[in-house]
């Protein structure tokens, strides 16, 4: 079955420091990957996602994250962090079921940025 | 327009009430989902729709009901819930165009249960 791990629980981090959040998934034929946002008291936002192709992705809000099937990881990273970058990250990968895909998500890691 | 809509935001009730959660989209419907989420936990999937039928349940107590009564809406209709049922509850779409894996989340309901 597949699964995804994010190691860090909680990354404190100080204000224009750069950041690296990790995300390892298992192994399969074909991997379809997510990170997701989650702010206080609101709902997932999709950050960037990887389908295929490039294995350097661009997401929303200066962030970026690399495909390594070798290490089966996707890193989350960023430059320079933001106070307003506090929040709840979610790896996940999609995995076919029946007619369906369901998104398997990892524990999250909570980045929190200190000025 | 990728936008998810859900209502209400917050819902408070008792365990004999029965009430509803909405969710609704404008984007066409390829799939839809329901997931709960607790305080420091990831989402947990409940429910899925594809293509207007009940595709997955993930051996969610029959308490929660759910509904897609036409290609934009999802209901969650909840009876007899128990205060452990407290939690945010999120509804996904993934839209008719795009990648069909890709989901887009609404803002959630808080629901409490007293």
């Known amino acids: 079955a597949q699964s995804v791990t994010q190691l860090d629980s909680q990354v404190p981090v100080f204000e224009e420091a750069p950041v690296e959040l990790r995300c390892n998934y298992s192994?399969?034929?074909?991997?379809?990957l997510f990170w997701y946002v989650q702010y206080p008291n609101q709902g997932l936002q999709l950050l960037l996602k990887?389908?295929?192709?490039?294995?350097l992705v661009k997401g929303i809000n200066g962030f970026e994250a690399e495909f390594n099937k070798s290490q089966t990881s996707f890193h989350l990273r960023k430059p320079s962090v933001h106070i307003s970058d506090t929040a709840e990250y979610f790896c996940?990968?999609?995995?076919?079921?029946?007619?369906?895909?369901?998104?398997?998500f990892g524990s999250g890691t909570r980045l929190l940025v200190r000025p | 327009d990728t936008e998810v809509t859900q209502t209400p935001k917050h819902l408070v009730m008792g365990m004999t009430n029965k009430k509803s959660l909405k969710c609704e989209q404008h984007?066409?419907?390829?799939?839809m989902y329901w997931y709960k989420q607790k305080a420091k936990k990831p989402p947990e999937l409940m429910f899925v729709?594809?293509?207007?039928?009940?595709?997955i349940n993930e051996s969610v107590p029959s308490r929660f009901s759910p509904e897609c009564p036409n290609s934009s809406l999802l209901n969650l209709h909840l009876h007899a819930l128990q205060p452990e049922d407290s939690a945010l509850y999120l509804c996904?779409?993934?839209?008719?165009?795009?990648?069909?894996?890709?989901?887009?989340f609404g803002p959630g309901t808080r629901l409490t249960v007293l």
């Open positions: 996940a990968v999609s995995v076919s079921m029946d007619s369906s895909y369901k998104l398997i």
């Open positions: 192994s399969s034929v074909s991997v379809y």
């Open positions: 990887y389908l295929s192709g490039s294995t």
């Open positions: 984007m066409g419907h390829r799939a």
């Open positions: 729709y594809s293509y207007e039928k009940l595709s």
């Open positions: 996904a779409s993934v839209p008719e165009r795009g990648a069909y894996n890709e989901q887009f």
